[in-house]
């Protein structure tokens, strides 16, 4: 268990923890020259089932509360200080209120001080706090009358303490492993350490994690060792106050407070998030784009308040709101954060994150605010039913197992019981729910039908623009998958690159097939390079219009591909070329234009065209100077029927 102090200067808290421990937190030269704590200090007692107790000593002073918050965001308990003879003050408050906002609700008061004071203080001092308490999360905590210096009373105090981290539930651990770094340092033949407070999931000496965000990517470090609660050890968890020992390609001036040890797979730097905020009722109203000092974690970052539901929250009142920072870090949904004032002299509200990849658009529409409402909920299956219900392009389930901080196995775990059709490509899963994935495919069989009406001529429908009929925003791996079933279930039929209902044909007149029959031994000439329709009308004595048009009515009904403008190709020269862009693909992972004009012969230029066509009708997609088969197989069946 870990313990953190909290209240005004100069009411002992340094010199409590001494009394407790042992150990003297200020750590720091010009601590111990002025007597007051500037900085988070630590201190460890061993109990006697060889656990230790934690302590995180906070500094007091109003000027010092980004320290404070640095601290307390990691704590388990809370012990409130207040000095028998001058009763609660102002930082007393103000740290009581904090904590609130940080969900602290388990602690003690400590009423330091007594042998300075008669007995009469100390009960006005106890009937101060009770009235200070009354209607707090820490209403009814037990006061323990001491004095740290003669140590009258200590041992009560110690008792308690030791009762309750008997009592204590351990953090879940649960989740991807992730700490928040409140210190940095280096150690002769150690190198560079970090401590902080593990706020999720397990790590081990020995494995590879993520220092974020720092760069594009963080940095990369392997944990050499660690001593978890002062002593070494080979896993830290959720809870535990660690200090890890790193190695990687970096110093000790990359790292700051603020930054977070990680997962690999944890490290997603965000710069919004969407939460559920409160206004306490001794705070002004909070308005919309009010500029704020963010705490969250062990971080202090500058940025606004977009209020999501009206413009201004009440004091006492909560709401959701969209949270804008100026710089990056991580966050998981229900982590804690204290708001204070652009000046960072006033602590105006806190919340819990929800979601920390919010829409770009619709932030206030009914049924975002209802999936925001739905997040509240701790369990995640109920916001995800609602997500897949809500996103008719599916969820994206990364982001989404990010969101909750889920490990590979609670995610994969996850997804059948809400019983989500689950599309997979690459790194992408995307969840649809039973009934919108039954919906997509209506509206893809409507589109297909909607085209047969409107050219009945047309053999069907190329790929991507079927996909863009149905829905622009489908994945292409969604709309693949999707295409497959309605083919295996009859429900769709293909004939080359053209996907159609099952009853329909289409078919050409008599005597375009009798002029086409004259033409197409020209295009059969040269089937990778054959002329333009300029050349075949010169070459035939044709009207170069009457070609034209001949050749787009044959185009729609399958028998030739419009490659380039008035440059056809036939339907099986097509699919040749389909079979040799799959097999580079296959060789070397990708096609680029000389390799396919070697295949080939010809000019660079109609390669070119080549491989534009092919990612125009959704064959292939361009990677910069490269052409890469979409869905990674052979890619080619498809064009071959």
């Known amino acids: 268990m870990i313990v953190g102090t909290a209240g005004h200067i100069d009411h002992g808290k340094t010199t409590l923890v001494k009394a407790l421990t042992g150990v003297d937190a200020d750590r ?14 630590y201190a460890y007692a061993a109990q006697a089932d060889d656990s230790v107790l934690g302590f995180i000593d906070v500094p007091g002073h109003e000027k010092l509360i980004h320290n404070m918050l640095a601290g307390a965001t990691g704590i388990d308990f809370v012990l409130l200080v207040v000095a028998a003879d001058d009763g609660p003050m102002p930082q007393t408050r103000e740290h009581l209120e904090l904590l609130g906002l940080l969900g602290l609700n388990h602690g003690a008061v400590a009423l330091t001080k007594c042998d300075a004071v008669d007995a009469a203080r100390v009960a006005a001092a106890r009937s101060e706090i009770a009235a200070l308490l009354a209607g707090t999360p820490l209403e009814g905590s037990p006061v323990f009358a001491l004095s740290a210096t003669t140590g009258e009373g200590v041992a009560e105090l110690r008792r308690h303490l030791e009762a309750t981290a008997e009592e204590h539930v351990p953090r879940d651990s649960a989740g991807r492993f992730r700490l928040a770094i409140d210190r940095c340092f280096t150690l002769s033949g150690i190198g560079t350490v970090v401590t902080g407070t593990a706020f999720s999931g397990r790590l081990d000496a020995g494995d590879t994690a993520i220092i974020a965000p720092a760069g594009r990517d963080g940095l990369k470090a392997r944990v050499k060792s660690l001593h978890v609660q002062d002593r070494p050890s080979q896993q830290g968890q959720a809870g535990d106050r660690c200090a890890l020992a790193l190695a990687g390609d970096f110093e000790k001036k990359d790292i700051e407070r603020g930054m977070w040890l990680v997962d690999p797979a944890a490290a997603r730097p965000l710069t919004r998030f969407q939460a559920e905020i409160h206004v306490p009722v001794t705070q002004p109203a909070l308005k919309h784009w009010t500029p704020v000092h963010v705490h969250l974690g062990a971080a202090d970052i500058t940025g606004r308040v977009a209020l999501l539901e009206g413009d201004l929250l009440a004091p006492g009142a909560t709401a959701l709101a969209e949270i804008l920072l ?8 229900g982590d804690r954060f204290v708001l204070r004032d652009a000046s960072a002299q006033r602590s105006i509200g806190g919340g819990g994150v929800l979601d920390c990849f919010p829409p770009s658009r619709h932030k206030r529409s009914p049924a975002r605010l209802a999936l925001l409402a739905a997040l509240r909920d701790d369990d995640p299956a109920a916001s995800l039913r609602l997500l897949a219900e809500q996103s ?27 019983d989500l059709r689950v599309v997979i490509t690459g790194e992408l899963q995307i969840g649809f729910a039973t009934a919108g994935w039954q919906a997509l495919g209506g509206r893809l069989l409507a589109a297909v039908a909607t085209e047969h009406e409107r050219a009945p001529d047309m053999v069907g429908v190329e790929r991507e623009r079927l996909r863009r009929l149905t829905l622009p925003t489908l994945e292409r791996a969604a709309f693949d998958a999707l295409v497959a079933e309605l083919l295996a279930a009859g429900q769709l039929a293909a004939s080359r690159a053209w996907l159609h209902l099952p009853a329909h044909k289409a078919s050409l007149a008599a005597a375009d097939r009798d002029l086409f029959a004259v033409l197409k031994p020209l295009l059969d000439a040269q089937p990778f390079g054959p002329p333009r329709v300029r050349d075949i009308a010169k070459a035939s004595g044709t009207a170069e219009e009457v070609v034209r048009q001949l050749f ?3 185009a729609r009904a399958g028998d030739i591909y419009p490659v380039a403008l008035d440059h056809y190709f036939t339907a099986d020269a097509v699919s040749q070329l389909a079979a040799l862009v799959a097999g580079l693909n296959g060789e070397q992972g990708a096609v680029r234009a000389a390799d396919l004009r070697d295949r080939i012969g010809g000019g660079r230029k109609v390669a070119i065209h080549i491989l534009e066509f092919f990612d125009r009708i959704g064959y292939t997609r361009r990677v910069r100077d490269e052409h890469v088969l979409r869905g990674g197989g052979s890619g080619h069946a498809w064009l071959d029927n």
Do not use: C, H, Q, Y
């Open 392 to 418: 008719v392009a599916g969820v994206d389930l990364g982001r989404f197992a990010a969101n909750w901080n889920l490990t590979a196995d609670a995610a994969a775990a996850l997804w059948p019981a809400v």
């Open 326 to 333: 100026d710089r990056e870090t991580l966050a998981v949904r």
């Open 552 to 554: 787009r009515r044959v």
């Open 28 to 41: 720091l030269p010009e601590e111990k020259a002025r007597g007051i704590t500037l900085d988070l200090g």
